[in-house]
């Protein structure tokens, strides 16, 4: 009797717990929600291409699910083949040092020195040279070479009859089309577990020697951007067939000291050739109507072929059904609302995107593992928003894979070494960087503080994952690194008996003057939270509170408001007049939105502040991430509606393309902060934060939401 009530109860608890909402019984399900988003192409449109990969490594194909017209999406969204490893520079044949980026300021009374973009003769191509070195590779281009009747290469408007679509369930891509009424089908899908794609081609233009497939390697641009399209240069790089054996080949490229292979396998005959310079043709027998092609990208010589179709198609549909089925879920399918179908599409595309371009052991660049963007490199003010989200649909194991990177003695030596020069304790955390942690010269990044307290935000989300010794030990010391450098920033006005942040500070809202700026709202809120939480963790392990971390948090200065609202940063008392300010992020919101209640906000003073942002921003000028960021200010102030209603705000810079990108701008086309800002903002909507009494505190009233597996935010 005993069993059969603690089972009952048990069952009682279950359907009710509170990671639920609604208390509904039945679980989500998430094949059907998954699904119901597959993404349908059937146009030429180059900002419709989409991706397969793994977190590490990403293919990116047009409408014939390979690369073969990179030219016209050159434009778009381009065809992009990058992975975490996959970095170059040129020769450093001037001679440049670091130190030529380096310019002392004055600040408080001392001698400060960051690295910027210095434009002094001489000293500004060395600071050219260290921005844009290393950059990210664009590592191959794997199309299809395609005749007509008449011998001629297909083109772009020789495709007919497109029909390609993507299902996040399995990963898989089946691309349709025809040439001159002859019919293509493709089936494209990314290894899991290597840095491989694989395609299954049908078509009876294999038997008539009409379809071919060629792998060419572009140039690196080492600009802002790289769309994989340079072809020029091929005296400056080299490339060959190392070896070709029955059913597999290896091909070599070396670009300067950087050298990778492309092992390339096929279960059908074929054979590979030379063609243009750094270009390679798989030519297919012409026995068989079907080619089953792998092709994996290594910086290691391979000795084994690449892994097969099979393999790689078994690899996707196994990792990603496993991948929907962990975490967090959210069932949007109870409303009619149209805004609840879409905002459910983006949070199911966005799922895919941050999975497939964010979940590798460094942080992410802005634009994930498809263009070069800032030449390739990881902002790391930005890794918040490209990855607390996954700790929030409890999936903390992928915001833990990047989180190794703060752990590398290479990179940390670089923070450590930039407190030192600027005369701080601790560690300062780099802002514009590489997988070896070095520094860009940035003038605006450099000054920026923002990315200082998120070491201790995820180390935070680890620890509420796993509340253990063990997880103290693994970040203990990054906490308190990150920590001493907060405690030693702030200087202390002794006539005000109060420490400052700045100045030479940049908000994340970067619209501020260095030199001039102090106190910025957000910033204030963020390293109070953050070095509280970091005497907490000493408290956790047994140690004494700091006494120098509790009195800066005793002193620091309170937050700038005037007439009724917060100010961006106490040294602009014209935050809402100037028309300048009123661009860019309003991150005056993320005090209290993406931070939670402190105790330094006043609830009524930012209900005011939100609504004066709401209603005189210059909306048009912001970026993807500040409308997730204005939802969950909405959600904590108890707005549900305004909560949604920022999320899916009509303005260019807050589109979702429909294979779910967040779309900025020409030079921008894809902008990952926004979708993992966007489940950021879903999480928070749904589960709340911690102390929320309130069920679902962002979702409107009349909606019917289910969801599963979210956490809350702190």
Known sequence: MKISLSVFLIGLLAAVAPGRAGAQSAPINRQAVVERHKVVVTTTDSLNSLSVGNGRFAFTTDFTGLQTFPQHYEKGLPLGTESEWGWHRFPNKEGYKFDQSLRTYTLNGRPVSYAVQVKTPGNKEAVDYFRANPHRLQLGNLGFVMLKKNGQKAGVRDIKNIKQELNPWTGEIKSHFTVEGAAVDVLTVGHQGQDAVAVRVSSEL?????????????????????????????????????????????????????????????????????????????????????????????????????????????????????????????????????????????????????????????????????????????????????????????????????????????????????????????????????????????????????????????????????????????????????????????????????????????????????????????????????????????????????????????????????????????????????????????????????????????????????????????????????FPMTSMTATRLGLPEKAVDALLMKVQKNTYLPNGHNYQEGRLPLYLPGNGGLLAAVALMCAGYDGCKEANPGIPKNWKVKWEGLQKMP
């Open 206 to 626: 294999l038997k008539a020697g009409r379809l071919k497939v060629a792998l060419r390697f572009p140039f690196p641009t080492a600009g802002w951007a790289d769309m994989a399209v340079d072809y020029s240069h091929p005296e400056q790089h080299q490339s060959g067939i190392a070896e070709q054996k029955p059913g597999r080949a290896l091909v070599s490229h070396q670009l300067d000291t950087t050298r990778y292979f492309v092992a390339l396998s096929w279960a059908q005959p074929a054979t590979l050739a030379a063609g243009q310079p750094h270009e390679f043709v798989l030519t297919p027998g012409r026995q068989s109507a079907t080619l089953e092609l792998s092709c994996q990208f290594t910086p290691l010589k391979a000795s084994a072929a690449a892994p097969t179709f099979a393999a790689t198609l078994a690899s996707s549909r196994q990792q990603w059904a496993a991948f929907w089925r962990s975490g967090g879920a959210v069932d949007f399918g109870g409303t009619p609302d149209p805004r609840a179908q879409e905002l459910e599409r983006r949070v199911v595309l966005s799922q895919y995107l941050t999975r497939l371009h964010n979940a590798g052991s460094q942080p992410p660049q802005e634009t994930g593992l498809l263009l070069n963007s800032w030449y390739g490199r990881p902002h790391l003010e930005m890794h918040w928003w490209h990855a607390a989200h996954f700790a929030l649909w409890g999936r903390p194991e992928i915001l833990e894979k990047s989180l190794t990177w703060y752990a590398r003695p290479d990179v940390q030596a670089v923070a450590r070494g930039i407190a030192q020069r600027q005369g701080y304790a601790g560690w300062r955390w780099q802002k514009m960087t590489d997988p070896w942690g070095e520094e860009g010269p940035s003038s605006v990044g450099a000054f920026l503080l923002w990315q200082q307290p998120h070491t201790i935000y995820f180390a935070e989300e680890a620890y509420r994952a796993h509340p253990n010794a063990a997880t103290l030990k693994l970040y203990q010391e990054r906490v308190a690194q990150t920590a001493e450098f907060m405690a030693s920033f702030p200087f202390y006005e002794q006539e005000k008996d109060r420490y400052i942040l700045g100045k030479g500070v940049i908000p994340a809202q970067e619209r501020f003057k260095a030199e001039e700026t102090f106190n910025p709202t957000f910033e204030l809120v963020y390293w109070h939270w953050a070095l509280d939480i970091a005497q907490q963790w000493r408290e956790r392990q047994g140690q004494p509170r700091n006494a120098k971390w509790d009195e800066v948090l005793a002193k620091l200065s309170k937050l700038p408001e005037a007439n009724g609202v917060y100010l961006a940063t106490e040294s602009a008392p014209d935050s809402y007049t100037n028309p300048e300010f009123k661009t860019d992020h309003p991150s005056v919101l993320a005090a209290l939105g993406v931070m939670p209640a402190t105790g330094q906000q006043d609830a009524a003073t930012m209900r005011r502040t939100f609504d004066l942002v709401w209603r005189d921003w210059s909306w048009n000028d912001t970026w993807g991430w500040d």
